[in-house]
């Protein structure tokens, strides 16, 4: 089942966001977040009005995904970028693109125009995760960021939600 995050769940959503930290090159922080942290940006997704959407197997948080804010200007505000987790146990099940395609649906219900996917360019699965979803590559930065001791490449991926919409009147 995939429902609407709620402060209970904060918990598992920060296991499952520190195990990413501490374990894969998924997210490009050092250390772990600890329940502070997880309800600021739960509240701050909130206000904005972003989901934050998990994915529930046996009344346990199994996965959870999210959008914000791609760049913090006018310009950019119908443009996102999205973050999926799952949790690592219930990893190659099918929960990431079922949270995905739960995720977009709520983007074009909010009227976003463009989701970013900005992914590890060494995390193939996910790479073609979003292939299959209707991505495509737009861009490859390679040595931008370190983790483990290594330098990692970021490849940017963008869905166009709304294609052939004209902008709005503003």
């Known amino acids: 089942m995939i429902r609407e995050a709620t402060e209970n769940d904060l918990p598992a959503i920060r296991d499952i966001y520190n195990d990413a930290v501490l374990n894969t090159t998924a997210i490009w922080n050092e250390q772990p977040v600890n329940l502070d942290n997880r309800l600021a940006w739960f509240t701050a997704r909130q206000a904005l009005g972003y989901p934050i959407l998990v994915a529930v197997e046996n009344a346990e948080v199994t996965g959870y995904a999210s959008f914000g804010d791609w760049r913090p200007f006018e310009g950019f505000r119908y443009s996102v970028e999205h973050s999926v987790y799952v949790r690592n146990d219930q990893r190659g099940k099918g929960l990431g693109p079922r949270l995905m395609q739960a995720l977009i649906e709520r983007a074009r219900a909010c009227g976003k125009h463009v989701m970013v996917a900005a992914i590890e360019s060494g995390n193939h699965a996910s790479i073609r995760l979003h292939e299959r979803l209707g991505f495509?590559?737009?861009?490859?930065?390679?040595?931008?960021?370190?983790?483990?001791?290594?330098?990692?490449?970021?490849?940017?991926?963008?869905?166009?939600?709304?294609?052939?919409?004209?902008?709005?009147?503003e």
């Open 136 to 169: 495509i590559t737009t861009g490859q930065m390679p040595r931008v960021g370190i983790k483990f001791g290594r330098w990692l490449d970021l490849t940017f991926m963008q869905l166009a939600l709304n294609p052939g919409a004209e902008p709005p009147k």
